[in-house]
């Protein structure tokens, strides 16, 4: 019996599109950028910063260098949180109504620099006070020095949380997370968002829809 669901945030709660922080750093003179980060490829940059192993203002640095541009920090920032669009609001509501019968948690590899831009959006645009108030537990990767894929994030969740394995569902936009979760004995929604998957797919009256 799922008693728990675990839901990722970008792509999966949150819209965001890499190509547009692509062409952004594109426009500022970093022509490769696409090949530094992407959903399938991340440089180790990017993944120090994730797993908040680097300071943004280290990471401002290192673009700079990167780059050989002398790129402003607000240049830097606007084209990294380019990646952020919006928090469809059927999908907040959706939330809200599968936490009446679910336990419901984030488990996100995010960053500090777009964790101050999603959560003020948050408030700002849907009076919603931060994600750590729609779920019992939210696990930020640039908190915990973790990441996804990496197995230690999962099993710290599973311990965090008090969560049962077989009693959990992970609903995740990246196939090769939902494997390792897999493999943990964790029950796995893979969403295909480039095909136009949604959530909303998988629940009917905040309940579950295993197809």
């Avoid at 640095?61 to 607000?74: A, C, G, T, V």
């Avoid at 408030?123 to 990767?141: A, C, D, P």
């Avoid at 965090?160 to 992970?170: M, N, Q, R, V, W």
């Amino acid at each position: 019996m799922i008693k728990n669901i675990i839901f990722d945030l970008g792509g999966v709660v949150l819209n965001i599109d890499f190509q547009r922080s692509a062409d952004a750093f594109k426009e500022l003179g970093i022509s490769n950028f696409d090949k530094l980060y992407s959903r399938a490829v991340q440089n180790s940059l990017f993944e120090n910063l994730e797993m908040g192993l680097i300071s943004a203002d280290k990471f401002r640095n290192q673009i700079r260098l990167l780059s050989n541009l002398n790129l402003s920090d607000q240049e830097i920032d606007d084209a990294w949180n380019a990646i952020i669009l919006d928090f469809p609001e059927e999908r907040l509501n959706l939330i809200c109504q599968v936490s009446k019968i679910y336990s419901c948690y984030l488990l996100s590899n995010t960053n500090k620099i777009h964790y101050d831009i999603y959560q003020a959006d948050l408030i700002n645009h849907h009076n919603i006070n931060g994600l750590e108030s729609m779920f019992v537990k939210t696990w930020f990767s640039h908190d915990l020095k973790m990441r996804k894929p990496n197995k230690n994030i999962f099993e710290y969740a599973l311990a965090d949380g008090d969560l049962k394995p077989e009693e959990t569902i992970f609903i995740d936009d990246s196939i090769q997370n939902i494997k390792v979760a897999e493999k943990l004995g964790i029950k796995t929604i893979f969403l295909d968002v480039e095909n136009g998957d949604d959530i909303s797919n998988y629940f009917s009256e905040g309940k579950l829809i295993m197809k």
